[in-house]
């Protein structure tokens, strides 16, 4: 099914001979660079394609608002084309909005660019009609996790996936970070199957593959030789999950007192998470890190005897492919993409989401997590053996010069088909 194309709106015109023989001009856009997984993953991309002759990238993102942290300045720092939108933002604000759609076509519309591929929800609303306004040849749209899902209202559910489905007219070609992903949009009717393309999300992976044991680091954060550290990478968000791992933390304590639990990432939930923990009694053996540098989640891995990565929702998280390739067993629950890299029993645990309402979250029963961790704490030979299990799985599928090949591999042959 061809993408509907818009014939009146921009007088743009091209010569596909000519774009082959100059520099094709791509436009990356993302509503904020924030630290998190879809914009390290753009960051990565736009990067990667930059060092390919035949483009001139640029990428459009919003101010990096909120407590995550930020990656403007390390894009910057890297020599890439930034443009930021001020009036960008993630939260939904219909006069925001209508300014940034306006801003984004005015740029679109003079640029004449040839590629828009965005990334996310509000930037790939936003983005893909108003480049479809400005008459550019190719729109491709990257779902780094799905913006419909089972514990948002299902008015927001009905609203996003029936944008979803309109923007999907056109554009010619929708990446998923996972195949999981693509069925469930699928099924959604957001698209044919056909027009999904999984292409996973690439990292800079012999950081990890290649990691020793930062025994330093262990030592600064206060943690002894003989404990035992549990580690998460997300950001202090509600869908993360960091609520169970607390409570199943309880229990593991209670039969492994030489335990440490280490939280990576920042976020709004960080003072009710410091409480939870001290209401549980177990205050001191959680260590919040804050925001750590990217460049630095290898080496806090390196230290972690078990990763878990609890979210509710999630495309495929770069958490797991960080920990497999650092030879580290996790554990999961079964979301999305997770069962595509994680095989149950061998290089980790998968267990079934809660299903169950946000209101009834504190209810939920941690058993089967807590019984996960406690089975591979008490066995230091099988969370080698999954360890070494996880790195087999992980190259070069996650390599970012693989992404980046693959998505050059993409633009080329749109641009034939037109």
């Known amino acids: 099914m061809k993408r509907i194309k818009c014939l009146s709106i921009s007088s743009f015109s091209f010569d596909i001979v000519n774009i082959m023989q100059e520099k094709i001009k791509v436009v990356h856009i993302i509503t904020r660079l924030i630290l998190g997984g879809a914009q390290e993953n753009t960051l990565l991309t736009v990067e990667g394609l930059s060092k ?8 459009f993102t919003g101010p990096p608002l909120g407590p995550e942290g930020s ?6 720092e890297k020599g890439l084309r930034l443009v930021l939108i001020d009036c960008l933002r993630r939260n939904i604000h219909p006069w925001l909005d209508f300014k940034s759609f306006f801003k984004l076509y005015s740029l679109l519309r003079t640029g004449s660019y040839h590629i828009v591929h965005t990334h996310s929800s509000k930037a790939g609303i936003l983005g893909r009609i108003a480049a479809w306004c400005a008459g550019v040849p190719i729109i491709i749209h990257t779902i780094h996790g799905l913006p419909f899902f089972p514990y948002q209202n299902k008015f927001m559910n009905f609203i996003t996936v029936n944008l979803e489905r309109i923007t999907a007219l056109f554009t010619d070609k929708i990446i998923t970070v996972c195949d999981n992903m693509a069925k469930k949009a699928h099924k959604a009717k957001v698209a044919p199957l056909n027009k999904f393309l999984t292409i996973y999300s690439g990292m800079a992976l012999d950081e990890f593959l290649k990691v020793k044991e930062n025994k330093k680091l262990k030592e600064t954060l206060g943690i002894k030789d003989n404990e035992l550290v549990i580690g998460k990478i997300a950001r202090l968000f509600e869908l993360k999950g960091h609520r169970f791992l607390l409570k199943s933390a309880k229990e593991v304590i209670a039969q492994f007192p030489n335990t440490k639990f280490l939280l990576i990432g920042d976020g709004i939930l960080k003072d009710k998470l410091e409480k939870q923990a001290l209401d549980l009694g177990i205050a001191d053996k959680i260590i919040f ?10 080496d806090y891995i390196s230290i972690m005897d078990i990763v878990v990565h609890v979210s509710l929702r999630e495309g495929l998280a770069r958490a797991i492919p960080q920990a497999l390739a650092c030879g580290k067993p996790i554990i999961s629950f079964n979301i999305d993409g997770a069962d595509e890299i994680i095989r149950n029993g061998q290089n980790g645990f998968l267990l079934p989401a809660p299903n169950m309402s946000e209101e009834e979250w504190d209810s939920y029963d941690c058993t089967q997590l807590t019984s996960s961790i406690l089975k591979l704490l008490q066995n230091d030979n099988l969370r080698k053996k999954m360890g070494d299990e996880g790195r087999k799985v992980v190259d070069p599928i996650f390599r970012a010069e693989y992404m ?14 037109i």
């Open 71 to 76: 990656l403007v300045e390390e894009a910057k």
């Open 289 to 298: 890190t804050g925001l750590v540098p990217r460049e630095k989640i290898p």
């Open 52 to 59: 390919i002759s035949d483009y001139e990238v640029t990428l």
């Open 404 to 417: 980046v090949e693959k998505i050059d591999d993409l633009y080329k042959k749109l641009l034939k088909e």
